[in-house]
């Protein structure tokens, strides 16, 4: 027993409980599907992998104390249930179901006495839980040159917005593939085509480590394809959807947290490659953008913090394609930008994206009109756009880039440095500048 023994409680047996301040805690973490409890105790119990059943003590006095943490604030997924062993929780006997199913609780249990049995004197949830880091970093990959050909190389952007110059890539060369952050802190490549002549369709990934480093080939799970878009979501997780694999698709693919990529489901929405997604919001949410069926369309499909992706919703000014996205600021907005119509008109319009993931109307941009371009989130709060393409009786591709003010302004074209091409991914990693 520990604790002040003015503020303590006697039992009935005349013996002196602990309160909460002599409670001792366990030193393991509970992940099993069952846990047998002891009085002057305190639990700490993981639920991430399956359901907890803890079994209270067959006898009790008054004053027995017993404290039930969410570790991993997983009980909302994998609810914890309460035996209370032959005696009363909260008058009623042990055959009612006594289940705790919301993450982030704490539940302090006291024993009363034979009628009223087990009491929890407070079930507190913590609402208020810490905040995922910004992510700092980010890079540029792949991509084809004027004449077609594929690459590997990247170039990695610092938490100021600076790209440096070509890194030697790794894995498949390949273009119109897509790229995201996933774990907070790191990113993957996927899909894609092998670029000139035979413009083969790929299922591969490459995962990035929050250095930046981009790994050799993963051989993809989902259906090989060209022009789909990623996006993060539910702040740890992953989604590529749509694309083309010689017809376009609404195929999506899940990425765990620790970038393993779930086979095909069937997506929602109308089918459609070269759009653009991106996350949005405060609490994991994304949206897939524009693109192209047998036209460019302007729809968009909203994704919850599960990973559903919701059907389409009619979108707003200029249709188009091969646009990118990034994130900005620190209330959960985005923007979508760039891009160019099949009668090759070239855009660097912008339309903002809310926290709630209402998309504006365009409004006028910076820099060169172009297509084919990436864009990522960088130092936070901001982001950035950089290489693309235009043509102009041969294709033209570029190397600079534009900045994206906190507020989501696009800055004036800033002179670039890498290899120039166009098709390219881009994706946010690292939470340290």
Not at 90 to 102: F, G, L, M, R
Not at 406 to 415: E, K, L, P, R, Y
Request: include cysteine; charge should be negative; charged fraction near 10%.
């Amino acid at each position: 027993m520990s604790g002040i023994v003015t503020s303590n409680v006697f039992r009935g047996s005349g013996v002196i409980a602990a309160t909460a301040a002599g409670i001792s805690f366990e030193s393991s973490v509970t992940t099993g599907t069952t846990l047998t409890v002891s009085a002057g105790n305190g639990y700490f119990i993981d639920t991430t992998s399956n359901i907890c059943t803890v079994t209270l003590p067959s006898s009790a006095e008054r004053g027995d104390q017993i404290i039930l943490v969410d570790f991993a604030r997983t009980w909302g997924t994998n609810s914890v249930f309460i035996d209370s062993n032959g005696l009363n929780f909260q008058t009623q006997d042990d055959t009612y179901i006594v289940e705790y199913a919301t993450s982030g609780a704490t539940v302090n249990l006291i024993y009363s006495d034979a009628t009223t049995g087990w009491t929890p004197i407070s079930d507190d949830v913590v609402t208020d839980t810490p905040v995922q880091p910004p992510t700092q970093k980010g890079l540029f990959g792949y991509g084809a040159n004027n004449s077609g050909t594929a690459l590997s190389m990247s170039n990695l952007i610092n938490s100021s917005g600076v790209v440096a110059t070509d890194t030697t890539g790794v894995g498949t060369v390949r273009e119109t593939l897509a790229a995201c952050s996933y774990g907070g802190d790191k990113a993957i490549f996927g899909f894609g085509r092998s670029g000139s002549p035979s413009y083969s369709k790929l299922s591969m990934t490459n995962l990035v480590n929050n250095s930046g480093v981009i790994a050799s080939d993963v051989t993809g799970t989902g259906t090989a394809r060209a022009g789909p878009a990623a996006a993060s979501y539910g702040g740890d997780k992953a989604i590529f959807a749509y694309g083309d694999t010689g017809s376009q698709v609404n195929t999506i693919n899940l990425v765990t947290n620790v970038g393993v990529m779930a086979s095909d489901s069937t997506g929602t929405g109308t089918a459609r490659t070269q759009l653009a997604a991106t996350g949005y919001g405060l609490t994991g949410q994304a949206i897939f953008g524009y693109g192209m069926t047998g036209s460019e369309v302007t729809l968009t499909n909203l994704v919850s913090n599960t990973g559903v992706v919701a059907s389409d919703v009619s979108g707003v000014s200029n249709a188009r394609r091969e646009l990118a996205t990034t994130t900005f600021g620190s209330s959960g907005q985005a923007l979508f930008a760039y891009g160019y119509q099949t009668s090759l008109v070239y855009f660097s319009t912008r339309n903002l994206i809310s926290n709630t993931g209402v998309v504006a109307s365009s409004t006028s941009g910076a820099g060169t009109a172009r297509a084919g371009i990436g864009g990522t989130n960088y130092g936070g709060d901001k982001g950035i756009f950089a290489y693309g393409n235009t043509y102009s009786g041969g294709n033209v591709s570029y190397s600079m880039s534009n900045l994206v003010s906190n507020t989501g302004v696009i800055a004036s074209d800033t002179t670039g440095v890498g290899t120039v091409r166009t098709n390219i991914a881009a994706a946010g990693y690292s939470f340290s500048a």
